[in-house]
């Protein structure tokens, strides 16, 4: 079953095309990275899907509802991990989870409980009474990951989630997303190809606004003729575009 | 239930930091103390006595809000935690709501303060000091209008430029060192465009019972207070869509 379906998606910024027609299906429960360099238009794609920015033209289909006039029934399945941290930096660990649980509408009560599931699930409880703004950087996008998953959301989009962060902390990361994986529809945004190698179900290459090619990577490979994600990603953004 | 919700998150936001606390009631408090007691001894102007001095701190004392709330915003735009409440179910009213509510609250503490630090000074507490206290709230959407206009276009060290400059105003048109009538000229006729020394007067009609002279003042800064509300809303919804 399709989580999201996108028909033609465009956004122009002036005489800019940030998005170029973009068409691609993703499906329930899979974790779809999209690569791409910095203006590639990534996070153009997710600011369109998750409401943030009005598409130019074209739509897309989350769970039956169209993005274009139907975005408030959407918004309570949605949850962004945006590329900062996106936390209140004076509420402490416990009440930022509190907070974000009762902004989509949960009862106090639910809200606590859920919140020290997270904690638990997030290995948080130890910091639980700590303000968001002293947690370490790896801490701070655990937070932030927490902050999205506690709503139940049945898309979530990551975007870069584990920028900046060590290789202790991306590792542990990448152990949480991958058992999100079946449960919950993913969609990632990264500069990281290994990140993308271990947590990827499918891999969407966007480049001027274009899609290039998606896939699985064993797709892409037979597709390219080569075997490095690395390689497949430079030959494709350099104008080989495979056929 | 939102709007509750997003407000308490901003309440305890600007009431963690010491910082905040200190500008927006601390440093008022001590003037009021400092300039009363040495007007007591030293007889400056009648602009520091208590009655004409406690209304004038609570106007200036607005001013922090404007900071503070426009910091507030500006930083929440800047860490992309925005971002993140723009993709949940809340709508702009319930953003702009949860903005002004937890700071009003913040301006009615002040006016409790203010008022019970020139009680202690020795001004009257009557039915005209209670009467004034909605009249002061009014006056107050004019600087909460202001912080999130700020906070909703600018990055939050433009906030802190543009509120100081803010502040200098407020504090020398306002009629809170001088009597405007002792400079006059182009410095008077400003002072009365701009809605600071008519704030500052609606407050001391009213607790001296003067209600005759009220009129104009409040007129002016009721269409102040509009136009800065509508201008916020304007702001905010301009930077959602953004």
């Keep these: ?27 329930k429960g899979e974790l779809l990275a999209f690569l791409g360099f910095n203006g590639a238009g990534k996070t153009t ?3 369109m899907l998750s409401g943030l920015v009005t598409p130019t033209s074209g739509d897309a289909v989350i769970f039956g509802k169209r993005i274009t006039n139907e975005m408030d029934e959407i918004k309570p399945y949605l949850n962004i991990s945006p590329q900062e941290t996106a936390i209140a930096p004076n509420l402490t660990v416990f009440e930022n989870l509190i907070f974000i649980a009762e902004v989509y509408g949960m009862k106090s009560i639910n809200a606590k409980s859920k919140a020290i599931d997270m904690m638990t699930k997030f290995d948080l409880v130890d910091r639980k009474n700590d303000k968001a703004k002293k947690l370490s950087g790896g801490l701070k996008r655990r937070l932030s990951l927490a902050m999205a998953l506690i709503t139940e959301p049945k898309i ?41 190698n271990a947590l990827a179900d499918r891999i969407a290459i966007i480049d001027k606004g274009k899609l290039l090619v998606n896939g699985t990577l064993i797709e892409l490979q037979e597709k390219t003729g080569l075997n490095s994600l690395e390689d497949i990603f430079l030959s494709l953004t350099e104008g080989d575009i495979v056929k | 239930m939102r709007t509750f919700v997003y407000g308490k998150r901003n309440i305890k936001e600007l009431f963690s930091d010491p910082v905040n606390l200190i500008f927006t009631i601390g440093l008022p408090v001590f003037l009021l103390l400092f300039m009363v007691t040495f007007n007591n001894s030293l007889q400056i102007n009648e602009s520091f006595e208590v009655e004409n001095f406690v209304p004038s701190t609570i106007v200036f004392s607005f001013t922090f809000l404007t900071m503070f709330s426009g910091m507030l915003i500006s930083k929440d735009r800047s860490s992309e935690f925005l971002t993140r409440m723009y993709v949940s179910p809340l709508k702009a009213h319930n953003y702009i709501l949860g903005y002004m509510w937890p700071v009003l609250l913040i301006a009615l503490i002040q006016i409790f303060i203010l008022y019970g630090v020139g009680i202690i000074l020795g001004m009257g507490l009557t039915i005209h000091t209670l009467i004034s206290i909605p009249l002061l709230l009014i006056i107050a959407m004019i600087f909460i209008g202001l912080g999130l206009v700020f906070g ?12 100081s400059i803010l502040i200098q105003v407020v504090a020398f048109t306002s009629g809170m060192w001088f009597s405007l009538d002792l400079v006059g000229g182009v410095f008077k006729t400003i002072s009365q465009i701009l809605p600071f020394a008519h704030s500052v007067d609606i407050v001391r009609y009213v607790t001296t019972a003067n209600y005759s002279k009220v009129l104009l003042s409040f007129i002016i800064v009721v269409t102040y207070a509009l136009i800065s509300i509508v201008f916020a809303i304007f702001a905010f919804r301009k930077n959602m869509k953004n």
């Design chain 1, 1 to 27: 079953m399709h989580a999201i379906t996108i028909e033609n998606l465009s956004k122009k910024y002036n005489d800019r095309i940030a998005v170029d027609r973009l068409s691609l299906t993703i499906n």
């Design chain 1, 45 to 47: 794609t997710i600011k």
């Design chain 2, 152 to 163: 909703s276009l600018l990055k939050d060290s433009q906030v802190g430029g543009i509120t």
């Design chain 1, 156 to 196: 979530v989009f990551l975007d870069e989630p584990t920028l900046g962060l060590d290789v202790r902390a991306r590792r542990d990361l990448w152990k949480v997303i991958k058992e999100l994986k079946g449960e919950v529809t993913i969609i990632l945004t990264t500069h990281y190809l290994e990140e993308v």
